[in-house]
């Protein structure tokens, strides 16, 4: 399983980006996906998440702000962020599970990440 991050980079504040991850590999159905972030000195927080019925959750920081969304053929989740602040700088990560029905069993996936800089 492998999971291709993308579309980090450096904004001004006030900015947008659009981050996708591609997943690939997968050989039972996708169940939820989601983005989280670590800022240096800090612990990994969700930002948003997806569900399969595409019910989604935000961090109360980015609610208005940013927006997830997924491509079930593409086995891919966006992530667009717009009026984006300093303090929303961190590595990205985009997380993905993976439902085993057979033995009900709940895979974890992780990317590598991809770096988000906002300057002020």
């Known amino acids: 399983v492998q999971l291709q991050a993308s579309g980090g980079g450096l904004v001004q504040a006030g900015g947008s980006l659009r981050l996708s991850c591609e997943t690939s590999g997968m050989t039972f159905s996708i169940n939820a996906m989601g983005w989280y972030r670590q800022a240096p000195g800090k612990q990994r927080e969700l930002v948003a998440s997806?569900?399969?019925?595409?019910?989604?959750t935000y961090a109360d920081s980015v609610k208005g702000r940013f927006s997830i969304s997924r491509d079930n053929v593409k086995n891919t989740v966006y992530l667009q962020m717009n009026s984006l602040k300093p303090e929303d700088t961190a590595k990205y990560y985009c997380?993905?599970?993976?439902?085993?029905?057979?033995?009900?069993?709940?895979?974890?996936?992780w990317g590598q990440g991809t770096q988000v800089t906002v300057s002020s």
């Open positions: 997380n993905v599970q993976e439902w085993d029905a057979r033995i009900e069993v709940l895979y974890d996936y």
């Open positions: 997806i569900s399969s019925g595409e019910g989604t």
